[in-house]
């Protein structure tokens, strides 16, 4: 590569870094607060104004899930057809006026209904942003920028835990309850975002007017070259074929156990924390549970950066993912014999840690053999599978916990699933090698010549 080039690459990752990754991350970040906004409004208000069991929240939590998953590969395929900005933006939109309703939900019912129907309206985001980046640049690049993209997934619970409970403070806002007024308040920004995504996004490096006449060959040249390599070179172009395809339903397995943790962390920590009172007789007002509800995830979002920076470095390996998941799972359980609330939510910040640092290095892998619709229906159909996971862990959770009397059962759920990621992580990697395709990702472009020797050597040997 002469040194032009190289100024010209570079120059052209950063700009996609700089002016479309934050504005795709707020879209994120904005998304994840909204589905996890019944996760504040449960232990503060809502359960006891609807006499919601600890069942039923953790029903109404899960039931999101099975109108995105419905219609998640439908509305990824749709992305793909008429293009991320026109797609994205009215997905979003459609949330918000959904996530607007819930200041008004008076029943169980009512509330089961709207969380279908939120999920019905977010369907297709989240697979959707993590294809729409996948085309913005190469895959030597991908991991630093899907990691960039993810900071915003545990910033939502550190800027957006703090922010609900001052929501929730407002109590008689508009004459509404506090958990409504968090409602309301989380979901106007959401359409406006929306909007502005119609404006701000552009479906391909080609319309970008923000890239230079050089960067946009640069960019459109190499991304081509990719994916003539990537569907010269295997046989998963079709969308009919990602669907009996092995290492896809590895992989959405695989992700079924991360997300597993994840929500079953994200919908019950604040009630958990709620019974920090009567466990250990420790107490503390609103927005004193969220700023503890938020601590956990500032480090996840540095071990999220810095274990993403080691991966684009050496190039993303298995290790990367399976460690991560292996640690999560050996860590959640010990939680349940911390003793006081400090040694707890150390102990979760460990498992949250290491659930942030494995999921955008693990987003790098589909895009490896998948391309075209084919990765739009992939990418799609492990989120989906990943989303059973979210349904499953808000429903068992609440369920285990109402018949054991504890979150001890389904805390070792939840470690068990992580442990089971890492094992088959580790298989998928051993067969992918016995095939030929490694599954590991081969560094960034401008590392040293012995640096790509070695990782060369890696890939090889697994």
Do not use: C
């Amino acid at each position: 590569m002469d040194t032009t080039q190289s100024v010209v690459e570079r120059s052209a990752i950063k700009k996609v870094a700089v002016r479309l990754v934050p504005f795709v991350a707020l879209m994120f970040f904005i998304n994840y607060l909204d589905r996890t906004a019944i996760s504040f409004a449960g232990p503060n208000g809502m359960n006891a104004d609807l006499a919601l069991s600890a069942a039923q929240f953790g029903f109404a939590s899960g039931v999101f899930f099975i109108g995105y998953i419905l219609l998640e590969v439908p509305s990824n395929l749709a992305l793909h057809k008429f293009g991320a900005r026109r797609w994205l933006a009215r997905i979003m939109v459609s949330w918000g006026i959904v996530s607007l309703l819930f200041t008004w939900v008076g029943s169980v019912e009512q509330l089961y209904v709207l969380r279908f129907i939120l999920g019905v309206a977010e369907a297709g985001f989240f697979p959707g942003a993590i294809l729409f980046l996948s085309l913005w640049v190469p895959s030597r690049h991908r991991s630093k920028i899907l990691a960039l993209f993810y900071l915003a997934q545990p910033l939502t619970t550190v800027i957006g835990a703090p922010l609900a409970a001052l929501l929730i403070q407002q109590h008689g806002l508009f004459g509404l309850e506090g958990w409504r007024v968090m409602y309301f308040g989380v979901a106007i920004p959401a359409i406006l975002i929306g909007i502005a995504a119609w404006f701000y996004l552009a479906d391909s490096p080609a319309k970008a007017k923000w890239l230079s006449a050089d960067e946009k060959t640069w960019l459109t040249g190499a991304l081509e070259k990719e994916k003539n390599a990537t569907a010269a070179s295997n046989n998963h172009g079709s969308v009919r074929t990602v669907f009996g395809n092995g290492r896809v339903w590895m992989l959405a397995l695989i992700y079924f156990g991360f997300i597993y943790g994840l929500y079953a962390l994200g919908f019950f920590l604040p009630t958990i924390i709620s019974g920090f009172e009567g466990l250990y007789g420790a107490k503390f007002d609103v927005f004193q549970k969220g700023l503890i509800t938020a601590i956990p995830y500032l480090p996840a979002a540095f071990a999220l950066y810095f274990w993403s920076k080691d991966a684009t470095k050496r190039g993303v390996k298995t290790w990367h993912i399976a460690v991560p998941a292996l640690v999560g799972g050996l860590s959640i359980p010990l939680a349940l014999f911390a003793g006081s609330p400090a040694a707890t939510i150390a102990i979760i910040t460990l498992t949250a840690m290491s659930i942030f640092a494995a999921l955008p290095n693990f987003w790098t892998v589909p895009t490896q053999f998948l391309t075209g619709a084919a990765a739009a229906a992939g990418i799609a159909l492990i989120n989906t599978v990943g989303n059973l996971a979210g349904f499953s862990a808000g429903y068992i959770t609440g369920w285990l916990k109402d018949w054991t009397g504890s979150y001890n059962v389904p805390m070792l759920v939840v470690g068990g699933f992580m442990i089971l990621s890492a094992i088959l992580m580790v298989v998928l990697a051993r067969s992918g090698a016995a095939n030929g395709t490694a599954v590991d990702v081969a560094p960034e472009a401008g590392e040293s010549e012995a640096g790509e020797s070695e990782a060369a050597e890696s890939a090889a040997a697994r």
